[in-house]
């Protein structure tokens, strides 16, 4: 269900409100995720906030090709108060 954690600028300061942002498969529902990341780190989950993030194209500078990147889904987990996952404290 879980993909990957996202690290950007933005979910680094989320995490200060104890809302931790992940990818996720497309077709998970709110409570798979929610036991997942219970089972996986072991904290207890408030709510979870789900968005598709739309595909794109990008175009290269050098050789001027047009690439795809590819949508996903983002989790944005808010924890209960105090807990913490230890991946985003680097």
Do not use: W
């Not at 789900?50 to 690439?67: A, E, P």
């Amino acid at each position: 269900m879980i993909t990957k954690p996202v690290f950007t600028e933005k979910s680094y300061a989320a995490t200060a409100l104890d809302r931790f942002t992940f990818k996720v498969d497309r077709h998970a529902t709110k409570n798979q995720i929610k036991n997942e990341v219970e089972k996986l780190y072991g904290v207890k989950v408030v709510a979870i906030n789900t968005t598709l993030v739309k595909s794109r194209i990008s175009r290269s500078g050098k050789t001027g090709k047009k690439t795809t990147e590819k949508g996903f889904k983002k989790a944005i987990i808010k924890l209960k108060s105090g807990q913490k996952i230890k991946l985003f404290n680097i």
